[in-house]
């Protein structure tokens, strides 16, 4: 499998005088949280203002990272891996040593 990459999206409020608008797609950057924070802190927001928009988990810009897939085989192989890692964290160690696990 190929190494798993990262990219920051980058959103913004289509409505910057009310706020009341949707999140619409800005940009997408390569794995470096500082430009992309310095990026979006430079923007205005709802009626110009100026704020931290990187230190929020909702506001008139908001990033988040997400993994680039190269292709439907990779992102199946991960979702079953976190399939196997639920089951896995439901099982007791009685029943982990039973099946040979531990």
């Known amino acids: ?11 913004k409020n289509a409505d910057m005088v ?6 619409i797609f800005d940009s997408v950057w390569v794995d470096d949280r500082e430009k992309v924070a310095e990026y979006i802190d430079s923007q205005p927001g709802y009626m110009g203002t100026r704020e931290k928009f990187s230190e ?3 506001g008139a810009w908001t ?10 085989k990779q992102r199946t192989e991960e979702q079953l891996e976190q399939v196997r890692e639920q ?5 007791s160690n009685t029943e982990k040593i039973a099946l040979g696990l531990i």
Not at 18 to 23: F, I, L, T
Not at 87 to 91: C, D, E, G, I, S
């Open 87 to 91: 089951a896995l964290a439901k099982l």
């Open 18 to 23: 009310e706020g009341r608008g949707a999140m």
């Open 56 to 58: 929020q988990k909702h």
């Open 1 to 11: 499998m190929d190494v798993i990459k990262y990219v920051w999206v980058v959103k």
């Open 63 to 72: 990033m988040e990272r997400v993994v680039l897939y190269y292709d439907s």
